[in-house]
T-cell receptor
Framework: NAGVTQTPKFQVLKTGQSMTLQCAQD?????MSWYRQDPGMGLRLIHY???????DQGEVPNGYNVSRSTTEDFPLRLLSAAPSQTSVYFC????????????FGSGTRLTVV | SQQGEEDPQALSIQEGENATMNCSYK?????LQWYRQNSGRGLVHLIL?????REKHSGRLRVTLDTSKKSSSLLITASRAADTASYFC????????????FGKGTMLLVSP
C-alpha cells in the first residue's frame, strides 16, 4: 500500500500566487487532516474532514481552502500565497471512530517569496 | 493553541541508555498518542494510550498516562543511534470528531 501520498514535495511560490497541494490515501480512511509545521511550533491543524463532502476548520485556517469530493483525496488550496505561509505541510488520515493512530504523508516544503 | 507540551525540549544520551520524555496537556482527552519524526520526514505513529489506560508497552517503548495530572511519559529503553529523532505527543479530544492536537516535540539525540 502507498499509504498517504503528497505532491509536490517541494514548491516555491511568489507572493500572491495560488496553488493546490495534493493529498491522496489508499487505505479507505474516513478522517483526513492538513497540518503545517513551523520551527519550534510543532504541528498546527489547518482543516480536517470526517468524510466525503464534510470539512471543517482547524486552528489556523485563514488563507487556505479545502474540499473533499471523494474518500481518497483531500486537496489543500492556497488562495493567495503570503510569506507567512512558508512552512512544511503534512496531510494525515485515520480510520473513523477515534482511538486510531494517524498515517502521515511525507510532506510538502513550501517557500513563498 | 498547542495542547501538549513536551519536556525536555532536547535530550542527548549515549547508546544503551534509557530516554524519558514527558508530555502535559490541558483539556480532557479520548486518547494520547506519541509520534516520531526523523529529520525532514513525515511523522510515524508509535503508540496510542486510551484515557482509561494507565500504562502501555510496545517493544522498547513504555507509555504511561495520568489523567488526574494531565500528563504522560514516553520511555525508550536501551536507546540506539537509530532512535535519534523528534518525538511528539498528540491528544485526541473527546468531542466526537477525530482531530489531533500536537505538542512542540522533544528532540532526542542518541550518540554511539
Amino acid at each position: 500500500n502507498a499509504g498517504v501520498t503528497q505532491t509536490p514535495k517541494f514548491q516555491v511560490l511568489k507572493t500572491g500566487q495560488s496553488m493546490t497541494l495534493q493529498c491522496a490515501q489508499d487505505m479507505n480512511h474516513e478522517y483526513m487532516s492538513w497540518y503545517r509545521q513551523d520551527p519550534g511550533m510543532g504541528l498546527r491543524l489547518i482543516h480536517y474532514s470526517v468524510g466525503a463532502g464534510i470539512t471543517d476548520q482547524g486552528e489556523v485556517p485563514n488563507g487556505y481552502n479545502v474540499s473533499r469530493s471523494t474518500t481518497e483525496d483531500f486537496p489543500l488550496r492556497l488562495l493567495s500565497a503570503a510569506p507567512s505561509q512558508t512552512s512544511v505541510y503534512f496531510c494525515a488520515s485515520s480510520r473513523q471512530g477515534g482511538n486510531y493512530g494517524y498515517t502521515f504523508g511525507s510532506g510538502t516544503r513550501l517557500t513563498v517569496v | 493553541s498547542q495542547q501538549g507540551e513536551e519536556d525536555p525540549q532536547a535530550l542527548s544520551i549515549q547508546e544503551g541508555e534509557n530516554a524519558t520524555m514527558n508530555c502535559s496537556y490541558k483539556t480532557s482527552i479520548n486518547n494520547l498518542q506519541w509520534y516520531r519524526q526523523n529529520s525532514g520526514r513525515g511523522l510515524v505513529h508509535l503508540i496510542l494510550i486510551r484515557s482509561n489506560e494507565r500504562e502501555k508497552h510496545s517493544g522498547r517503548l513504555r507509555v504511561t498516562l495520568d489523567t488526574s495530572k494531565k500528563s504522560s511519559s514516553l520511555l525508550i529503553t536501551a536507546s540506539r543511534a537509530a532512535d535519534t529523532a523528534s518525538y511528539f505527543c498528540a491528544t485526541e479530544g473527546d468531542s466526537g470528531y477525530s482531530t489531533l492536537t500536537f505538542g512542540k516535540g522533544t528532540m532526542l539525540l542518541v550518540s554511539p
